[in-house]
């Protein structure tokens, strides 16, 4: 795999080489080991253009305490006005998630990842969108308002998806500002197949200076 510069609402490009009917976002991402993921989880990621899907389940939510969490609380409401993070925090909320998978006339495929999570009193969403594209071979993630720009590296581990973040960038137009390594919060995301069919879902975030201060983790079951 060769690093690009390019990620954010996101996406994944691949080496060079034409797309066929065959390919798959994530197997351009990931390659072979695509297919040593757990059944769900792999038909979970290998959807194909034209699909739109409805996961629905269960999330408990938290953020860390103490003077970390206060930081993080502002953070995370600054988060909360670009659809990218949010401060509530809950066991057994609400949460859905809805997918639309579409090609684009450069050979790149599409992905959307619409989280809603509903708190007793407020709902929050937590959207992105992941580019892939048949040139290269990471995954581009860019938050709701294409503000936030990520570069995310998924991996086969025992049948679990694992997904972590390298370099982050701010966008203003046709600017891209990186972010320092110390300033980023970096995700870790891990999903997997239970024995009953469930996805589970484990998304924790960390920095350097607060540590491990966001997370959430659950079910859910495709609904449509």
Known sequence: MTRSNTGSFASVTLGARERTDGDRPFKWAMGDAVHTLAPRVRAHLLQPPGTVATYRGRMRVWRDGGWRGRVAGWLLRVGALGRTMFPET????????????????????????IRTFRFDTVTRRFDALMRFHPTQSFVDWRGALGCLQVELWPRAEDGVIIVISGREWLRFGPCRVPIPAWLQGRPEVREWEEPDGTLWIRVEIRSTVLGQFFGYEGSYRRVR
């Open 90 to 113: 809950g066991e057994d909320v609400d949460f859905e998630m809805e997918h639309t998978v579409s090609s684009h006339p450069d050979g790149a495929l599409s992905m959307t990842w």
